[in-house]
């Protein structure tokens, strides 16, 4: 099928790449002209495992292109993929400004029968109004379906989610729009659940609020665990072998970060509110999330608080491990806690080092973990990144001022690094 995907950052380019892959012919399109240039030099603008590979392939053999003419990829297409970015506004509620753009571009390229599919994360009632404005601004009596097609990738698995979802959710009323859309994703043999439009949309809201409760959940356990000394990993195991409950999502640390939870969790809250609702829940999950980060900060600090011009060094800027993403990161909360008290902060990241360069130019980034650890007073593990959980520890041992832990991610085991004389503190346990 001739598709276009409006918007290539994380989702429109993973998606593009993937359903390019399954034999479709695939434009995506962006406004981000500098973006567009290093796709088509080959160079990929964000980090995700097998993404480059993918589009390699693809672009070799003309599967995918990538363009700024947004109006040639629309009329070049059948399905019309919408996967704009939709960030927090002000009051926590997401800004429609690039989804409701998207809209107007297509209105004005409409040339024959499409399919326009929201994939973007919207609030309920979204998909309806981008329906509302094409039929309003459409300058021909061409006709159009629309569906809702939310996206439940994870970054840093974003090719391996796709290819092996556990779920496809078409959000649509017109049978010939919902046939398609099985044909579309027919080769990737995944459980497509079809519904209406408004229910599509609140199941990507309400699964993220739900797994972002699990973590928040298990936090506040771990926060009794320091309390009534219980170990928060042996809980969480205990609790996870109960096919109920499960093991995903309770893993005690630092909270959830990165694009897509903080974001919509924020989201949800707020249409409840616009209609009249308090979502209980939900506004305390968001609460114990930010505690949280403090509480590690403050697990910092507490090492440091004797010692004079401190150095802390931070393992791990990315929100999760196999990303440069940045965004609502827990690292950006410590780091600013950090320099606001005039602290020396060593940081490494296996791929963000750059990224956070443009958000933090005045601390120290090193070229790899052990450079982290140099004098510094502190080491504190922020993201887990697999590596940090095969480090030398003599060799951290031997580099470190003070040969004090803050393990935000729990990856080492207690009992073997107190036994190698660290300070060691982590979450819950
Ligand atoms: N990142 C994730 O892990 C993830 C997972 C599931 C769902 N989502 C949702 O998918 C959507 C996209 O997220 P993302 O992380 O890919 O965003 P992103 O910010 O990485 O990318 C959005 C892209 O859209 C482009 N854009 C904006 N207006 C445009 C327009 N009118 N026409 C063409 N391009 C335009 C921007 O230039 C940008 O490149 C959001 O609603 C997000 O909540 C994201």
Known sequence: MDICILGTGYVGLATGACLADIGNNVICADIDEGKIMHLNNGRIPIYEPGLEDLIRKNQGNNKITFTTDIHKAIHNSKIVFIAVGTPPDKDGSADLTFV?????????????????????????????????????NKKNDISFSIVSNPEFLKEGSAIKDIFEGDRIIIGAEDPKAIELMK??????????????????????????????????????????????????VEVAKGMGMDKRIGLDFLKAGIGYGGSCFPKDVKAIAATARQHGYKFRIIEAVME?????????????????????????????????????????????????????????????????????????????????????????????????????????????????????????????????????GFNYVSVGR
């Open 100 to 136: 409701l753009q998207a809209a107007r571009d297509i209105a004005a390229s409409l040339n024959d029968y499409k399919i326009i599919v929201a994939k973007s994360t919207v609030p309920v009632g979204t998909t309806n109004k981008i329906k509302e404005i094409i039929t309003q």
């Open 183 to 232: 044909k579309l994703y027919e080769p990737l043999n995944i459980p497509i659940h079809v519904t209406d439009i408004v229910s599509a949309e609140l199941i990507k809201y309400a699964s993220n609020a739900f797994l972002a409760t699990k973590i928040s959940f298990i936090n506040e356990i771990a926060n009794i665990c320091e309390k009534v000394g219980a170990d928060v």
């Open 288 to 420: 114990v999330n930010q505690i949280q980060r403090e509480r590690i900060t403050e697990k910092i600090l507490a090492l440091i608080d004797t010692i004079e011009k401190p150095t802390v060094g931070l393992l791990g800027l990315a929100f999760k491990p196999n990303t440069d993403d940045l965004r609502e990161a827990p690292s950006l909360y410590v780091i600013e806690k950090l320099i606001e008290k005039g602290i020396t902060v060593k940081a490494y990241d296996p791929i963000a080092n750059e990224k956070a360069k443009e958000i933090f130019p005045q601390i120290e980034y090193c070229q790899n973990a052990y450079d982290a650890c140099k004098d510094a007073d502190v080491l504190s593990i922020i993201t887990d990144w697999e590596e940090f959980a095969s480090l030398d520890l003599n060799k951290v041992r031997s580099l470190m001022k003070t040969p004090a832990i803050v393990d935000a991610r729990n990856i080492f085991e207690p009992e073997q690094i107190t036994g190698m």
